[in-house]
């Protein structure tokens, strides 16, 4: 447990809940102006647009599945506070790059580096490990995932806007965002993870994915947990991969609508992240929020996928809301099984899966809508994607009553 006084953590913590902020809705901002630019680039063929999003997309979560670990890894080395200013200052170069680009080959440049410079995710949550105590760090990892909540709630909306006045404005709003986070970094974070509590040397070999592999099969204690990571995110990944198509076909939703949508969901799930995980954790632990968060996740699947009218459909929102206590209580349970000096690299571990469900999520899903929406007059069941992400969180769920047991503080 870290020894530094309340203040100082606290501190910490507010700073690093900063950090996750600013990179998200920079992050954000780019959501509705990137795919435009790339259209640009294309001629204005939409078709084409779209298969270079789509490469853009597999590439971002290669970069992140195969530098996530090399990152964390370097965190546990050479401390929190620089792989988290180098990479923040990687993301302003790479907002820069992108919004200078001439052509679409400098703009896929930029999306390699920002993949790799928005791998130091994995170290913000190793941060919030070194300066939280075990008992506190579900509430702490609330407060993280309610920062990225709300970035993505206000980045697209002021990346929208702006990209009305001009489709390169976004990318300079991003990097001024960027270059700010870094000084208020430079000049205000301290460091969390002090020398005696690093890795003594790196090694290159366990700097990758498969190191990172390693790391659970030396660990297995934390193969089920990480296991169930794996099953919620590739469930969580159904919403990005499908929704607009999904809400568009089954209710005949607008752009607004599905705004509208995403906007109620993503507030549902702030306010339970900041003001609810703390409360539920400390009434029934970790494990009883993973288990009462992956419950809530799958009733509201079975609503989305299942409903007949919208109205059905919206009944979902507060299931799904608690769905947010899912991955505070089990970052908590899997931080408690690491020492100090290895927190980095199970959030690089975290990361590469990140990375994998990212790639592979949307093409299950997409190829399941198609399938579904191809047989509907057979099927009838165009929320069959839904169903599956349902049985994903069902499976998480059954193995979560078998291996989320709390155990004693790894230091």
Request: aromatic residues 12%; proline residues 6%; glycine residues 10%.
């Amino acid at each position: 447990m870290n020894a530094a006084p309340k203040g100082p953590r606290k501190a910490a913590v507010v700073f690093i809940f900063a950090t996750a902020l600013m990179d998200v809705i920079s992050l954000g901002i780019m959501i509705p102006v990137l795919p435009n630019l790339v259209k640009q680039f294309a001629g204005g063929d939409t078709a084409l647009a779209a298969q270079y999003t789509v490469s853009f997309a597999v590439t971002w979560g290669l970069m992140q599945f195969f530098f996530g670990p090399i990152i964390a890894m370097l965190s546990d080395r050479f401390g929190r506070r620089p792989v988290l200013l180098l990479s923040i200052f990687g993301l302003g170069v790479d907002y820069m790059f992108m919004a200078l680009a001439p052509t679409l080959g400098w703009l896929f440049v930029g999306r390699v580096i920002n993949g790799i410079t928005s791998a130091s995710f994995s170290t913000a949550n190793a941060y919030v490990a070194d300066v939280t105590p075990p008992q506190e760090r579900a509430k702490a990892f609330g407060m993280l995932g309610a920062a990225f909540g709300i970035g993505f709630l206000v980045g697209p909306a002021i990346g929208g806007a702006l990209g009305d006045i001009n489709l390169r404005l976004p990318f300079w709003l991003a990097a001024c965002l960027a270059t700010i986070n870094w000084l208020y970094g430079f000049f205000v974070l301290p460091e969390s993870l002090p020398p005696e509590r690093r890795t003594p040397a790196l090694n290159w070999r366990k700097a990758n994915p498969v190191g990172a592999l390693d790391f659970l099969r030396e660990r297995t204690n934390l193969l089920g947990l990480v296991s169930i990571n794996v099953l919620y995110l590739f469930a969580h990944n159904v919403f990005p991969s499908i929704f607009v198509l999904y809400v568009g076909y089954r209710f005949n939703w607008g752009p607004f609508a599905a705004s509208a949508m995403l906007v109620a969901t993503g507030l549902s799930q702030i306010v339970v992240q900041t003001l609810v995980v703390g409360r539920v954790v400390k009434a029934i632990g970790e494990r009883g929020a993973l288990l009462v968060g992956l419950g809530s996740a799958v009733l509201a699947f079975l609503a989305y996928g299942l409903a007949p009218t919208p109205l059905w459909f919206f009944m979902g929102v507060p299931a799904g809301a608690l769905g947010a206590l899912i991955m505070p209580g089990l970052q908590s349970l899997m931080s408690r099984r690491v020492a100090s000096n290895e927190q980095g690299r199970l959030q690089g571990l975290n990361s590469a899966f990140m990375g994998l469900t990212a790639i592979f999520g949307p093409i299950l899903y997409l190829s399941l809508l198609a399938f579904a929406v191809r047989h509907d007059a057979q099927l009838h069941q165009p929320g069959i994607p839904i169903m599956v992400a349902a049985a994903f969180c069902m499976a998480a769920y059954g193995m979560a009553v078998a291996v989320a047991k709390p155990v004693a503080d790894v230091h």
